[in-house]
């Protein structure tokens, strides 16, 4: 089981599109994944077909109090329409918590692990054994839920469009998570920084960014780039996941390739994945 919050200040660096895309495929493959949609914009949530009727989903419940069974966690978990993807859902509503969050944290508590950072962190382990990937899909901004997604991860990963980079975004999230893990003595990676929507691999744009960002960021670059395309901008106009919508489209291969640059796939379910791309071939690349 492994948790993944997908975070980067910025928008439209294709956050969203990777967690459905990655959830999407890994169900499709038989892995069972629960993607948390903590955008208030809900667009993940939109994706999987969860309206917005959701009114009896209760956030203070997930996230100011600490539960003591799986049941009372298990009922805000929604089943979506593809296969083995089930869904806690956002809403508006998500935007109040980020206040009650704050406010709670000025109350005085007796130690660390009493902290309302940490409570998402605890509830979300009495349902984790039930997912083999929980993806955590996150705003732009930087608020308390940031800080309880990052808090309830096993590691943060983020996308990075190739017309909008900075290191400056890249080291201040670093710095968070070291802060956070010192704060809370936790363990929370940072996973890496992937491209995303790049136009031509080769391009000038694209391997100077490659080699500049390698360079600075080192072991935390990951050198798997999503290929901009058409098709995943019209997936997400339509509100569909891209593997549904498109199985031609070889940005499903890149996010293939970055899963198992991730060590998200074992060879079976790799070679299963490329199978069900329409004219893929099926070697499993070197790292
Ligand atoms: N690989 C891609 N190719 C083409 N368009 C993309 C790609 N990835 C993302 N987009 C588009 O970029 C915009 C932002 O993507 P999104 O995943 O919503 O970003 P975020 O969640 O970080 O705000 C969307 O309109 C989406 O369709
Ligand atoms: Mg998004």
Same mark, same amino acid.
């Given at each position: 089981?492994?948790?993944i919050?997908?975070?980067?200040?910025?928008?439209?660096?294709?956050?969203?599109?990777?967690?459905?895309?990655?959830?999407?495929?890994?169900?499709?493959?038989?892995?069972?994944?629960?993607?948390?949609?903590?955008?208030?914009?809900?667009?993940?949530?939109?994706v999987?077909g969860?309206?917005?009727?959701?009114? %009896?989903?209760?956030?203070?419940?997930?996230?100011?109090?600490?539960?003591?069974?799986?049941?009372?966690? !298990?009922?805000?978990?929604?089943?979506? !329409?593809?296969?083995?993807?089930?869904?806690?859902?956002?809403?508006?509503?998500?935007?109040?918590i980020?206040?009650?969050?704050?406010?709670?944290?000025?109350?005085?508590?007796n130690?660390?692990?009493?902290?309302?950072?940490l409570?998402?962190?605890?509830?979300?382990?009495?349902?984790?054994?039930?997912?083999?990937?929980?993806?955590?899909?996150?705003?732009?901004?930087?608020?308390?839920l940031?800080?309880?997604?990052?808090?309830?991860?096993?590691?943060v990963?983020?996308?990075?469009?190739?017309?909008?980079?900075?290191?400056?975004g890249?080291?201040?999230l670093?710095?968070?998570?070291?802060?956070?893990n010192?704060?809370?003595q936790k363990?929370?990676?940072?996973?890496?920084v992937?491209?995303?929507?790049?136009?031509?691999?080769?391009?000038?744009?694209?391997?100077?960014?490659?080699?500049?960002?390698?360079?600075?960021?080192? %072991?935390?670059?990951?050198?798997?780039?999503?290929?901009?395309?058409?098709?995943v901008?019209?997936?997400?106009?339509?509100?569909?996941?891209?593997?549904?919508?498109?199985?031609?489209?070889?940005a499903?291969n890149?996010?293939?390739?970055?899963?198992?640059?991730?060590?998200?796939?074992?060879?079976?379910?790799?070679?299963?994945?490329?199978?069900?791309?329409?004219?893929?071939?099926?070697?499993?690349?070197?790292?």
């Amino acid at each position: 089981m492994q948790k993944i919050t997908f975070m980067n200040f910025k928008g439209g660096v294709g956050k969203t599109t990777s967690v459905c895309t990655m959830a999407e495929m890994l169900g499709q493959v038989g892995y069972n994944v629960l993607i948390i949609d903590l955008d208030p914009q809900s667009n993940t949530s939109r994706v999987f077909g969860i309206q917005d009727d959701i009114e %009896e989903l209760n956030y203070e419940h997930l996230f100011l109090e600490k539960q003591n069974s799986k049941a009372e966690i !298990e009922r805000f978990i929604l089943s979506t !329409e593809y296969k083995n993807v089930y869904m806690l859902p956002s809403s508006e509503s998500l935007c109040d918590i980020i206040y009650k969050i704050y406010d709670k944290t000025k109350e005085p508590v007796n130690n660390t692990d009493e902290r309302p950072e940490l409570i998402f962190e605890k509830n979300l382990r009495l349902i984790e054994n039930d997912f083999d990937y929980i993806f955590l899909d996150t705003s732009p901004f930087k608020t308390y839920l940031s800080y309880c997604s990052i808090l309830a991860s096993d590691k943060v990963v983020t996308p990075i469009s190739l017309d909008n980079f900075s290191y400056e975004g890249v080291h201040k999230l670093i710095n968070l998570i070291v802060d956070l893990n010192m704060q809370f003595q936790k363990n929370v990676e940072f996973g890496g920084v992937f491209l995303t929507k790049v136009k031509s691999k080769s391009s000038n744009l694209y391997t100077e960014m490659n080699s500049s960002y390698e360079q600075e960021l080192d %072991e935390a670059f990951i050198p798997i780039a999503i290929r901009d395309l058409i098709a995943v901008a019209e997936a997400n106009t339509v509100f569909q996941p891209l593997f549904s919508y498109n199985k031609k489209c070889a940005a499903l291969n890149d996010y293939i390739e970055l899963m198992n640059y991730l060590d998200m796939l074992d060879n079976k379910h790799y070679k299963l994945l490329k199978k069900l791309l329409v004219g893929k071939s099926t070697t499993k690349k070197q790292k």
